[in-house]
């Protein structure tokens, strides 16, 4: 029998046209041409995507589609690509979701550790963790590293580059990352804790290569980096080969319509994310509270064996919110608040050290 993913649509579309609509779609995401022009009987029954459901949806409707695993080729461009490649252009097709065969994941690598792997290296077995924001981008390497070491002092977990740090002239890579890692590194050793730096990883595949070189040489174990920037094939490869944990920035996410559930949460998961970022709701951006709890599930239900991804939500977030967003998420959660400790100015240590003793203190009603 034929291993399928089972891929479900949302298409905009009236209840007289949807059955046809439902064929056409299933032939455009395999094998895009006249099914009367294929006179081959096996990839007639095996490879040709089959419609599996047809539900109203509102509106619209949500069609499951049957689409052939071995036509993804185990590799992430091509399972993309068979999911959401021509029908992209389709505007009034959405990806809502996946549901992939029993073993299909062992093809990916996963989260190289993981929720467990990120708290036993961080000495958090139980707590939220915390994380913010290298900022603003055109700063100096001087300011960014003491930024830095102000924030590993003040007890955070995680200190990453904003998204918009990249290999600026103003900051390059090779002189910013060591002197940022070198901060924390010191911070750590004046206070016995064990922050983590995230620089920013972009470019091409040379480029990226060279500053895992960098970042390995001057104990750096972290890397940002933004999946579809860099490109989902690259991103596995990130995984595989340079020995970094991968916290996934969102950036371009928003581009194609997916489901933020399926590629913030599940996909980036599958592709090798150990934590991954997205907008929170009431924050900047208009993300619903439903929307980032699928986010969440997506990230850390069980899967064959897959290790748990950290949610991330953050996007205009404050400290006044700790509470309220542990309370949603659960403690398997690491908040990331960076403009929003900035805006303390000459307050920012003890703003830091707020941030972070919210999240250590016991809930109401769980002490």
């Not at 603003?136 to 007890?155: I, K, M, T």
């Not at 080969?241 to 559930?261: C, K, V």
Request: with cysteine; glycine share 10%.
């Amino acid at each position: 029998m034929t291993a399928r993913l089972l891929a479900t649509y949302r298409i905009a579309a009236a209840a007289a046209d949807i059955d046809a609509r439902a064929r056409a779609l299933a032939t455009e995401q395999s094998v895009e041409m006249p099914l009367e022009a294929i006179g081959d009987k096996r990839v007639l029954g095996e490879v040709v995507a089959r419609v599996e459901s047809v539900r109203p949806a509102g509106e619209a409707f949500d069609v499951t589609l049957g689409i052939a695993a071995s036509t993804t080729g185990d590799e992430a461009s091509q399972l993309v690509n068979m999911l959401f490649g021509n029908c992209s252009l389709q505007p009034e097709v959405e990806l809502r979701d996946v549901a992939f065969p029993a073993g299909y994941s062992a093809a990916f690598p996963g989260p190289a550790s993981g929720i467990a792997g990120l708290r036993a290296r961080l000495l958090a077995p139980q707590r939220a963790l915390t994380c913010s924001a290298l900022k603003p981008q055109g700063s100096p390497v001087e300011h960014l590293a003491a930024l830095a070491g102000l924030f590993a002092r003040a007890g955070i977990d995680v200190i990453k580059d904003d998204h918009g740090i990249a290999n600026q002239a103003c900051s390059p890579f090779a002189e910013r990352v060591p002197a940022v890692q070198e901060a924390i590194a010191r911070a750590n050793r004046e206070t016995g804790r064990q922050a983590l730096y995230a620089p920013t990883f972009s470019g091409g595949p040379a480029a990226l290569a060279e500053q895992a070189r960098i970042a390995r040489d001057c104990g750096v174990e972290m890397a940002l980096v933004a999946p579809m920037l860099v490109g989902l094939p690259v991103f596995v490869e990130m995984r595989r080969q340079f020995g970094l944990r991968l916290l996934a920035h969102p950036a371009f996410a928003g581009a194609a319509r997916i489901a933020p559930a399926l590629l913030l949460g599940k996909l980036f998961r599958l592709f090798g994310a150990d934590a991954t970022i997205f907008p929170n709701h009431g924050g900047r951006f208009s993300y619903s509270r439903e929307t980032c709890l699928a986010i969440a599930r997506a990230a850390r239900d069980p899967w064959e064996g897959l290790p748990a991804c950290l949610p991330v939500p953050a996007g205009g977030m404050s400290v006044e919110r700790v509470a309220e967003m542990r309370q949603g998420y659960g403690e398997d959660t690491m908040l990331l608040i960076g403009g929003g400790l900035l805006a303390a100015g000459d307050a920012l240590p003890e703003r830091a050290r707020e941030f972070v003793a919210r999240v250590a203190q016991p809930l109401a009603g769980t002490a």
